[in-house]
């Protein structure tokens, strides 16, 4: 097999970016920036910057309110050494609101000549108080098989999220198939072939830190990533197939042949320091480095909690239990507690809790030894009152509805199709909640599968769903079935619109929230206080 090398391919495709100047590695023995930039959590008056290097250097940073980078500030950015794969971040400060903020990064080796690389520019725009806010979502990238594909034109569908030009971009989990070897060629359906650009990493699963790694290396091969990357914050989260498929405590790699390496910790702890190494997020402190739940916050229209429903979980079981339990847990005791707190004292109009799986829809895990259905996500399909995970969530819900917290919609992906999911506790087997929608994305650049079915516990009704026809699944990105969510909040009305663009960009679904009158005197009240 003919692997492509990640290098050449970087300094071919660099050019092709018009935002990222080329770079010339054969002419001088100079730094490389063969992963461009990420910008990722946005936040008011910040912004993490990321990149990596090829060899041992130093991050160097500007940034100014113009292209011409006309009275710009400097940053000495932080050492990129082999410890963290030559990746670095820098959080910039002090930025101002409402601003097109535009960042040159650059490497300086650590040699007495301090070689600097080629810079990479990027650009973003800092949300101010009179925006009005756009972003988009989705998740499912490169898995199943169906990599970047230069014929078809790559994973198109980021270019597509970029020219409706967001404000940030949640990835919504499975940023890589770290449990899925791309080949260099796939039949699809209708007899086509998919063709792969293909690299040592990715041609097995990932087991050693540094093929954990060379997944993410993989998707920045791709020109529509790097530039999309470069336009757009971001806020990442995970879930399974940035390790192993379904991995919980229960997870058994006993007989799968394509695993040397049987110890699922082992796989855990190389996957989550390749994650933390090349998300562009902003690191948690000391008191729990790894964490990756938090809350970023967009002034008086929008709060967005970012879960993790992989890391505290309990192991995936038949889910009938009828006490909570260490075997119950999803969110687990101290997120669940951090998300009660941040949503009973958030002032956000809109509260988006971005989650890595839908709460209401069947996935399956396999059986138990016993032979009883075992289920990945909270639903158990049976339909009747909560019980196993669901016990967790019905907890949430009803915390929501006594504690008045309106204007709260979830958004997520897991399944590779689209979806919109009207909650109804009218409909429900367990009825203490307020009604609320799910609003389920993607994939981005993986197999096309679904319907999933729906498990009445919550009174999920299917508003609308976007999946393969009746009998086939893992359907390529040819067949044109790969969605994002685009939504948009308008700051006059605050209403919320959800729309699901397909791969080429074209609207196939939109829903329009209106914001509940009761926060809005709220807030027109404390608007009035603040005057």
């Known amino acids: 097999m003919q692997f492509i090398k990640p290098t050449k391919l970087a300094l071919a495709i660099a050019g092709l970016s018009a935002l990222n100047a080329p770079v010339f590695a054969e002419t001088v023995d100079v730094p490389q920036m063969e992963q461009g930039i990420q910008i990722g959590d946005l936040a008011p008056g910040r912004a993490i ?32 050494l082999a410890e963290t794969d030559f990746t670095a ?15 040159k990064v650059w490497f300086e080796d650590l040699t007495n000549a301090r070689g600097k690389s080629a810079a990479e520019v990027g650009h973003f725009h800092t949300i101010g108080k009179r925006d009005d806010i756009r972003f988009v979502w989705g998740g499912d990238t490169a898995g199943q098989g169906w990599g970047i594909n230069e014929s078809f034109g790559g994973m198109k569908i980021y270019e597509a999220m970029r020219q409706v030009q ?25 007899g086509q072939i998919w063709t792969n650009l293909v690299t040592p990493e990715v041609s097995k699963v990932a087991e050693t830190l540094d093929e954990f790694r ?18 757009v914050p971001q806020i990442w989260q995970w ?63 929008l709060d967005v909690f970012v879960l993790d429903m992989r890391s505290y979980r309990g192991p995936n079981t038949a889910n009938l239990q009828t006490q909570e339990n260490a075997e119950t847990a999803f ?12 949503l009973k004292h958030s002032k956000a109009t809109w509260k988006v809790i971005s989650a890595d799986m839908p709460i209401g829809l069947n996935i399956g895990d396999g059986n ?52 919109a999911h009207y909650y109804d506790p009218a409909k429900a087997a367990s009825k203490d909640f307020a009604p609320f929608w799910e609003f389920v994305a993607g994939p981005l650049n993986a197999g096309s599968f679904g319907p999933n079915s729906t498990d009445g516990t919550f009174g999920p009704q299917v508003v609308f769903s976007k999946a393969p026809p009746a009998g086939q699944a893992n359907l390529s990105p040819y067949a044109g079935l790969q969605f994002f969510g685009e939504v948009n909040i308008d700051k006059k009305s605050r209403a919320m619109t959800v729309d699901f663009k397909d791969i080429d960009g074209a609207v196939v679904f939109s829903k329009t929230l209106a914001a509940e009158a009761e926060r809005e005197r709220e807030h027109d009240h404390q608007d009035r206080d603040r005057d």
């Open 214 to 231: 060379g997944r993410y290396k993989y998707n920045l091969l791709d020109e529509n990533v790097r530039r999309f990357n470069a336009e």
């Open 49 to 80: 910057v990321w990149s990596r290097a090829d060899r041992p250097a130093r991050m160097m940073l500007k940034y100014a309110y113009n292209p011409q980078f006309k009275d710009a500030i400097s940053v000495r950015g932080p050492y990129a």
């Open 166 to 190: 967001p404000q940030f971009f949640i990835q919504s989990g499975d940023n890589v198939y770290s449990d899925g070897p791309i080949p260099e060629s796939k039949l699809a359906e209708n």
């Open 368 to 419: 138990t030894a016993q032979g009883q259905a075992r289920w990945e996500a909270v639903a158990n399909g049976n339909d009747g009152p909560a019980a196993g995970r669901e016990l967790e969530i019905a907890r949430l819900l009803s915390f929501i509805k006594h504690e008045q917290i309106n204007n709260l919609v979830w958004l997520t992906a897991d399944v590779h199709y689209a979806a």
């Open 89 to 103: 971040r820098q959080d910039l400060t002090g930025l101002a609101d409402g601003k097109d903020v535009y960042v």
């Open 331 to 342: 969110l687990g005791a101290e997120q669940m507690a951090w998300l009660q707190d941040e």
């Open 239 to 301: 879930d399974d197939h940035e390790v192993v498929n379904n991995w919980s405590d229960s997870k058994d790699l006993s007989v799968d042949p394509r695993y040397t390496e049987k110890n699922v910790p082992t796989l855990i702890a190389h996957a989550t320091k390749a994650f933390l190494e090349y998300a562009p997020l902003r690191p948690h402190d000391a008191e729990e480095s790894e964490r990756i739940y938090r809350k970023i916050s967009y002034g008086k229209l």
